[in-house]
């Protein structure tokens, strides 16, 4: 398909388990956001990344999560030893280039829950 | 500083009934700002947005949306609510990445 594709679509995990979420974005963007969203919480941005430039970290809750975005395309977000709290549902967007009239496209989204 | 606040964290409309959807956004932001849909277990769908070329902006389904600056708002209407619009909405401005507003949960009621 032509939208962005993230796998699985829902993961359950023990708590103290790492989860690996992947995102496949549009082809050709150089853009690519991550986001959480917790019931109650709204959209938190997590990480940011456009090109070849240093990502944008600033969004990351703690040390145990962290992304990487390998060859400017597919994204995986990984977050270690998982808490209940990380339980939420986590965004991946790409956008076709920089630029503040440019709008993101986002997929359906990976639901994940920690028991 | 909230770069976008939406006001209402619930609407309800009878279907028919005209929607609106109150977003103000801080004069400290550029104004490029998005209004995006989300229906139940799904992503977030662009509905429109501003680039400055025009100050009313139509959208996808019905939707428009009234840049004013003197008020900072980009409220999103539509003027006969449809039950398949029910969903949640948000505003959103890009400031190197996307800021959202805390969303609008719309109920149509038949």
């Known amino acids: 398909g032509a939208g962005v594709s993230q796998s699985p679509s829902n993961k359950v995990t023990e708590k103290g388990k790492d989860v690996e979420l992947r995102c496949d974005p549009i082809?050709?963007?150089?853009?690519l956001y991550w986001y959480r969203q917790s019931l109650g919480q709204g959209l938190e941005f997590l990480i940011y990344f456009q090109g070849n430039s240093a990502p944008d970290k600033s969004g990351l809750p703690s040390d145990r999560f962290s992304a990487e975005r390998t060859g400017g395309s597919v994204s995986t977000l990984t977050i270690q030893r998982t808490q209940q709290e990380d339980s939420a549902v986590y965004l991946c967007?790409?956008?076709?280039?920089?630029?503040?009239?440019?709008?993101?496209?986002f997929g359906q989204g990976t639901r994940l829950t920690v028991v | 500083a909230q770069s976008v606040t939406q006001l209402g964290s619930h609407v309800s409309v009878s279907e028919g009934a005209l929607v609106l959807l109150r977003c103000n956004y801080s004069?400290?932001?550029?104004?490029?700002l998005f209004w995006y849909v989300q229906y139940p277990n799904q992503g977030l769908q662009l509905l429109l947005k501003?680039?400055?070329?025009?100050?009313l902006v139509k959208g996808i389904n019905g939707f428009e949306a009234e840049f004013k600056k003197s008020e900072t708002s980009f409220h999103l209407t539509k003027p006969s609510a449809h039950m398949s619009d029910a969903a949640e909405y948000f505003c959103a401005v890009n400031f190197n990445k996307f800021y959202f507003g805390s969303g609008t949960k719309l109920n149509v009621k038949p």
């Open positions: 004069s400290s932001v550029p104004p490029y």
């Open positions: 967007a790409s956008s076709p280039r920089q630029g503040q009239n440019t709008e993101a496209f």
């Open positions: 082809s050709g963007h150089t853009a």
């Open positions: 501003y680039t400055s070329a025009a100050t």
